[in-house]
């Protein structure tokens, strides 16, 4: 048995969790508060928010997963959602008690601010499941003391420094949640430095392979599928494991490659560009010039 259930407002959200809508476009809920949910005695529930969503997870209470992947999430984790998501969440059917903090706002109380213009940059929201965010005890108490300043401000009088000083708090807290994240790609380094040579190993593998001829040029939205991330998750990733962006990095190996066809082979340029997946001779010659400081044939008459 599945359902579907669609938040459009904040006072609906507001309403499920059994809490007071103090501001019809954000709220700070504490979802312990909320009555125990069944959702109609569905074992398989599809949610699509309207809104910004930020849940401070707690316990396991029901398996939440975006796409087809279950949320990597332990006690103390943030998950991030973007307008428009869908998540699901699967608990058998059984009625339980949700439990942890959330922060929704819609996309209609930050126009305007400084934080319009700079939302699109937190790439965390459009991170997969199994790219959670884990805190740890301090910066679970840094995360609850922004919570709190919010919700401070929502007791208030509305008055002509309210919407300002509160999309201020949430930018606040999204750049803690951006250093949190940096700190997690380094505590993670391990499992970076694995995903940093399996993408290697793809690398090699595609352009020894037929890919290029029969796909066209590598994307970054290629190898993040293939490692099963998303491409912000891995392109922030690789930037950081590398100091490249991952399209640069995937532009260098294949100018490598290039190189070695240019200076081994006696094939045209158009040849060796075809051969790696490029529509235009042109567009290759370009790139190889921007990259090497020369043009292909230019390189292969100096070696």
């Not at 006072?11 to 007071?20: A, F, P, V």
């Not at 940096?182 to 690398?203: M, P, S």
């Not at 290039?258 to 042109?282: C, H, M, R, W």
């Amino acid at each position: 048995m599945e359902g579907t259930f669609r938040f459009e407002t904040i006072s609906s959200y507001n309403d499920l969790n059994n809490h007071n809508t103090l501001h019809p476009l954000v709220s700070v809920i504490d979802l312990s508060k909320a009555k125990p949910r069944s959702w109609g005695g569905a074992k398989t529930v599809r949610i699509r928010y309207d809104f910004y969503c930020i849940f401070l997870k707690e316990v396991n209470c029901g398996d939440l997963k975006y796409g087809r992947h279950y949320y990597d999430y332990q006690e103390g984790t943030l998950v991030f959602l973007a307008p428009g998501q869908i998540t699901e969440i699967e608990n058998n059917g059984e009625v339980y008690q949700p439990m942890g903090h959330a922060l929704v706002f819609h996309p209609d109380l930050i126009r305007g601010t400084a934080l319009a213009k700079t939302i699109d940059g937190y790439n965390f929201f459009s991170y997969q499941s199994n790219e959670a965010l884990h805190l740890s005890d301090r910066e679970r108490q840094m995360v609850m003391d922004c919570f709190s300043k919010i919700e401070f401000e929502l007791q208030q009088n509305v008055d002509k420094h309210s919407k300002k000083l509160i999309a201020s708090n949430i930018e606040l807290f999204l750049n803690y949640c951006e250093r949190f994240y940096d700190r997690q790609f380094i505590t993670r380094d391990n499992v970076n430095k694995g995903i940093l040579e399996k993408f290697e190993d793809l690398l090699n593998g595609y352009f020894s392979s037929e890919k290029p001829q029969l796909i066209g040029l590598p994307s970054v939205a290629y190898f993040a599928n293939e490692l099963h991330l998303s491409a912000n998750y891995f392109g922030d990733l690789i930037k950081k494991e590398t100091g490249q962006s991952a399209k640069e990095y995937v532009q260098g190996k294949m100018i490598e490659v290039a190189k070695n066809k240019v200076f081994e082979s006696d094939k045209t340029v158009n040849e060796i560009a075809y051969e790696l997946g490029f529509k235009y001779p042109q567009h290759f010659s370009r790139l190889f010039k921007q990259r090497v400081g020369c043009t292909p044939n230019e390189y292969r008459n100096l070696n």
